[in-house]
């Protein structure tokens, strides 16, 4: 039986860079938090220390949450909160246009970088399963709002200590994971095509206009915007975690 094990000589192309560095980093990067994502939600613990709460389990929904932000889940429901809400940012970035183009390359390799030859014999687009849900992302942009709101509104709940109102790092670490959230979301191309891309003609709505032009700068910078608010979620969770582990102290500003 022929060995099937992909050599970088089977990559055949002209190009004489390290071009496999960009797939592999997407690779450790995609993967680990992935692993890290998923231990987090299962280990269904130390998401919550006042006023503190993991944007992994936020909005939390059900009756078995240490911090119940919307009670909508009866105590029927035994497994961890965070499997209740974490499909719609996970779903959001798995349809994203950038990370569709990060995780085809790097994991189906597919093709592995611009001039490499494609790992795969034959290309059937998102014609098939499980690609077809890649047409969900703008339902999905829709749905990641409604999570958006609520982060911002763990932020604002992060001012409010036991002892009255203040502010620690655990509150900038929140605040800054909603606005790199917002960002993420406000740039992508379906945003971008709801604020304008339905319009045959800029001239007659100049508001749209200008919301689209907007839209389009942040756009430029949506891959940047992609990981830095993916690493950041994963940081403002391990903060929480680690304070209600009490592995670390929260610096009280005032």
């Known amino acids: 039986m022929a060995d099937k094990t992909l050599t970088l000589d089977q990559f055949r192309t002209l190009r004489k860079d390290n071009w496999w560095v960009q797939p592999l980093l997407v690779v450790v990067g995609l993967g680990g938090f992935a ?3 998923t231990w987090a939600a299962f280990h269904n613990a130390h998401y ?4 503190y709460l993991s944007p992994f389990y936020s909005p939390c929904l059900a009756e078995n949450c240490t911090h119940v932000t919307l009670p909508l889940i009866g105590s029927w429901w035994n497994l961890s909160p965070a499997f ?4 719609i ?4 970035r798995a349809t994203c246009y950038y990370y569709r183009k990060a995780y085809y390359r790097s994991f189906f390799l597919s093709p592995p970088g611009c001039a490499v030859k494609d790992a795969s014999k034959s290309y059937s ?18 749905l990641s709002l409604v999570i958006l709101a609520f982060l911002w509104w763990d932020a604002i709940l992060a001012f409010q200590f036991p002892d009255g109102f203040g502010m620690g790092v655990g509150t900038i670490v929140l ?9 993420f979301s406000l740039s992508c191309n379906s945003c971008r095509h709801v604020c304008g891309g339905s319009l045959n003609s800029f001239h007659s709505a100049p508001g749209k206009y200008k919301t689209w032009k907007f839209i389009s700068r942040l756009n430029e910078k949506h891959m940047e915007y992609a990981w830095v608010s993916l690493i950041w979620v994963a940081v403002a969770d391990l903060y ?10 929260d ?3 005032f």
């Open 35 to 37: 692993i890290y994502a």
């Open 48 to 51: 919550y220390v006042d006023p």
């Open 84 to 87: 209740l809400i974490l499909w």
């Open 89 to 92: 940012p996970g779903g959001f």
């Open 125 to 142: 687009g998102e014609t098939r399963f499980p690609f077809l849900f890649q047409n969900l992302h703008r339902y999905f942009f829709y």
């Open 175 to 183: 605040c800054v994971n909603a606005a790199l959230l917002s960002v």
């Open 240 to 249: 929480v975690r680690l304070l209600s582990m009490g592995v670390i102290t």
């Open 251 to 253: 610096l009280r500003f």
